[in-house]
């Protein structure tokens, strides 16, 4: 019962503190005089979450096993259109670098010590649209 109650606390915690951000935001966009044709340019990471590299010990899903050093930057524009104000549709091409090296994995004796012997990697090219 302790573990199921402090695995909440940190979710607890990231919603109450988005609760008390601002409600009000503004974006980088650029909109029409009419408001129903906007444009825009987007960033964000982009990583592998897989079986190559990891953290120590078994696989885990989320943040664990992210490889912060083979994190890339993907690059997104997009246009969105507004025939009503309750309806809208997104025409969107984003570009990126994904990679996953297993020379990542930490020898620390565990699981992890199998990734780095079979040694796979791999980088490619991500267009998405």
């Known amino acids: 019962m302790r573990n199921k109650v402090l695995s909440a606390v940190p979710v607890l915690a990231l919603i109450i503190s988005l609760n008390l951000l601002p409600s009000r935001a ?8 009419n408001g129903k044709v906007e444009l825009g340019l987007g960033f964000g990471p982009m990583f592998f979450l897989g079986d ?9 899903d989320f943040l664990k096993d992210v490889d ?3 994190t ?13 104000e309750w309806a809208g549709f997104r025409i969107a091409l984003n570009h990126g670098i994904l990679k996953g090296d297993d020379a990542e ?8 010590v199998d990734r780095l012997k079979r040694n796979l990697s791999f980088k490619t090219s991500v267009l998405e649209g």
Not at 26 to 33: A, D, L, N
Not at 72 to 84: E, G, L
Request: proline share 7%; hydrophobic share 35%.
């Open 26 to 33: 503004f974006s980088q966009s650029i909109t029409t005089g």
């Open 52 to 60: 190559l590299g990891g953290s120590a010990g078994i696989g885990r």
């Open 68 to 70: 912060f050093p083979l």
């Open 72 to 84: 890339s930057f993907s690059k997104m524009i997009y246009a969105n259109f507004y025939p009503v």
């Open 105 to 112: 994995a930490p020898n620390k004796g565990g699981a992890e």
